[in-house]
């Protein structure tokens, strides 16, 4: 079975550009989760969702962040307009309540704003 | 807030040494407990969990946990380190299913030969 998928794997630009993330949940969950990891702060929720809907993004770190949702197989996390301490590692991970409680995550983007 | 304490940011062993990775939680309610791991360059795989039931779990490769809920602890043992280990290892709990994971620090695992 597929896992979850996210694209680009890697990712550089520079201050100022869009960035787009990518995710594909694994096939049936119905919550799905960005997280995003650095040094600095370790791995931190940024938002989550339950079948399609928002449910915390609380984590989200201001405006320049926004997560949608738009079916079962697909989201997007996107930052407008990155800056340099944006640079992480952002994963996304799924779920199937209340059936699992574990989280299965992506391979990840690494993501460099120079 | 709900939070994950891993002492020891890094841990050292030498291969066929036992492996312990200390987690502790901070919570009156016993939450649902994970342990994950994370290769160079990877996501997290998950190593094992604990939601009901028996409080010694096992998992993947070896690894074992038991949940004590008297001193709100989920160590990761493993009696006999490999070389094929070294990651670093993350604990994390849930309180619902379906809610975001909380986690720790993680440890760096360096297994030696």
């Known amino acids: 079975d597929a896992g979850v998928i996210q694209s680009p794997r890697h990712e550089v630009t520079e201050m100022g550009q869009e960035v787009t993330l990518r995710c594909k949940p694994i096939s049936g969950h119905n919550s799905l989760f960005w997280y995003r990891q650095t040094m600095m702060r370790g791995l931190e929720l940024l938002i989550y969702?339950?079948?399609?809907?928002?449910?915390?993004d609380s984590g989200m770190p201001e405006d320049r962040f926004s997560a949608k949702m738009p079916n079962a197989s697909f989201s997007t996390l996107k930052i407008q307009p990155s800056e340099p301490r944006d640079s992480a590692v952002y994963f996304c991970?799924?779920?199937?309540?209340?059936?699992?409680?574990?989280?299965?995550f992506g391979p990840g983007t690494r993501l460099t704003v120079t | 807030a709900q939070s994950v304490t891993q002492l020891g940011s890094h841990v050292s062993v030498s291969e066929g040494a036992l492996v312990l990775l200390r987690c502790n939680y901070s919570?009156?309610?016993?939450?649902?407990l994970f342990w994950y791991v994370q290769y160079p360059n990877q996501g997290l795989q998950l190593l094992l969990k604990?939601?009901?039931?028996?409080?010694l779990v096992k998992g993947i490769n070896g690894f074992e946990a038991e949940f004590k809920k008297s001193e709100t602890s989920f160590h990761l043992t493993k009696p006999s380190a490999h070389m094929s280990d070294a990651a670093e290892y993350f604990c994390a709990v849930s309180y619902q299913a379906g809610t975001a994971l909380i986690f720790g620090k993680g440890t760096t695992l360096s297994v030696s030969s």
């Open positions: 919570s009156s309610v016993p939450p649902y």
């Open positions: 604990y939601t009901t039931g028996a409080t």
């Open positions: 969702f339950n079948n399609n809907v928002p449910i915390d």
């Open positions: 991970a799924s779920s199937l309540p209340p059936k699992n409680y574990e989280q299965y």
